[in-house]
């Protein structure tokens, strides 16, 4: 499953693509890609979770931290 990208509020720029499926034990995880400008900058990997609800949630907060880091920090 693919949860839209504009639910992790990301700043202007910044896009993610997001897709979790289900294990074979019945929980679920999968990877966020975050891009700048149409270009990947990382991809999260998100560890199993109970719920798909629970897995979109940890990526929404890690992509969020990762972003805030990234805009924070020095390049180059």
Same mark, same amino acid.
């Given at each position: 499953? %693919? ?8 700043? =202007?720029?910044?896009?993610? =693509?997001?897709?979790?499926? #289900? ?16 270009? %990947? ?7 199993? %979770?109970?719920?798909? =609800? ?20 020095? #390049?180059?």
């Amino acid at each position: 499953m %693919q949860a839209p990208s504009h639910a992790f509020e990301l700043p =202007d720029g910044w896009t993610a =693509d997001f897709e979790i499926v #289900r294990t074979l034990h019945g929980s679920y995880a999968g990877v966020a890609k975050l891009s700048l400008s149409g270009v %990947q900058k990382c991809a999260l990997v998100i560890t199993q %979770q109970l719920t798909w =609800d629970g897995a979109f949630e940890r990526a929404r907060i890690r992509a969020y931290h990762f972003v805030r880091e990234w805009v924070s920090g020095p #390049r180059g």
